[in-house]
């Protein structure tokens, strides 16, 4: 039996594609997207979308039908999760972010760890950006049991990419159910402010405007500042985020670009911050749509918070919903939406090992 999802439900965008793709390799049931970006103005699928699917169909030993760039409609068919080692390669300054989303649930249910090396973007738009995958993602999943690594190699910014990230998983048995409605006690805030290729006053700049935001409102942030002369061109960023005793975390994140002050990128990463902070969330607005995913695989109940219910949360629901007997519940309660689901309790499926193989968006062969 063939699962079909309507790509243009909800926000319409490449993570309708992710989340099927990965839920599909999991499940080991046949999956078929159509309309795949149809409203975007370039629609169809993008180097970036092509290098998340193939190093998905890696993983899953999977075959293709449309896996092409432009194609608005994809027949992925897995047959038996793999682990070891795999290079993949967006060809672009495409989001390593994005590609971590596909691949990180799949990689927990393999049979062995798996270490996945990626190049692309690693601080692009319309991302999350790698520090905000390392400081705020790789930590949530740690409270479903997850035993997740990512280690920045190389930075790399929009246009040239260049970035270089290796990721890391080791198999999980059970991810177990979290129940947090509730931020906690603040322990800790913290971020890194980034530059490359740039002088070190523009990541110190943007450092000083996020604390004396943060201070303002009765933080004190350590912010980390980071220069470096090895990337392909140059960006800047700052990713910052906030630990309860609890072991929530949430995070708040801006990019450099030319002609924006770096006073303006540390204030919005700031702002960006409080917002959540104030609503007393257990999760910030981005990771509360990816955390879906593990919520409703995990074994028992989760209930989790979040300061907004946005397109991408409803949209990854939609998709969660028609892979899993399960059903979120979103309600609003002290200024924030409580997300509750009991999960399935997913179990890894037998698998054998393999060597990895090397990805581009244009296919992939294996590593000799």
Known sequence: MVVRIDGSYGEGGGQILRTSIALSALLGEPVE???IRARRPNPGLQPQHLAGVMAAAALADAELEGAARGSTRLLFRPRAIKCGSFDVSIGTAGSISLVIQTLTPIMLFAPCATTVTITGGTDVAWSPPI???RYVFARTLSRFGARVEIEVVRRGHYPRGGGKVILRAEPVGRLAAVNSPDFGRLVEVGGVSHAVNLPRHVAERQARSAREVLARAGYDADISVEVRSDGLGPGSGIVLWAASDTGCVVGG????????PAEVVGRE???RLLAVMRAGASLDPHMADMAVVYMALAEGESVLSTSEVTMHLQTNIYVVERFLPVKFELGRADGKYIMRVRGVGHAPS?????AGPVCHHGGCTHAM
């Not at 994140?253 to 924006?260: A, H, M, P, Q, V």
């Not at 037998?350 to 393999?354: D, F, K, Q, R």
């Open 269 to 271: 990463a700031a702002e």
């Open 33 to 35: 997207i159509v309309n």
């Open 350 to 354: 037998p698998g054998l090992p393999a």
């Open 131 to 133: 520090d905000y995958m």
């Open 253 to 260: 994140d801006s990019l450099g670009s030319r002609g924006k």
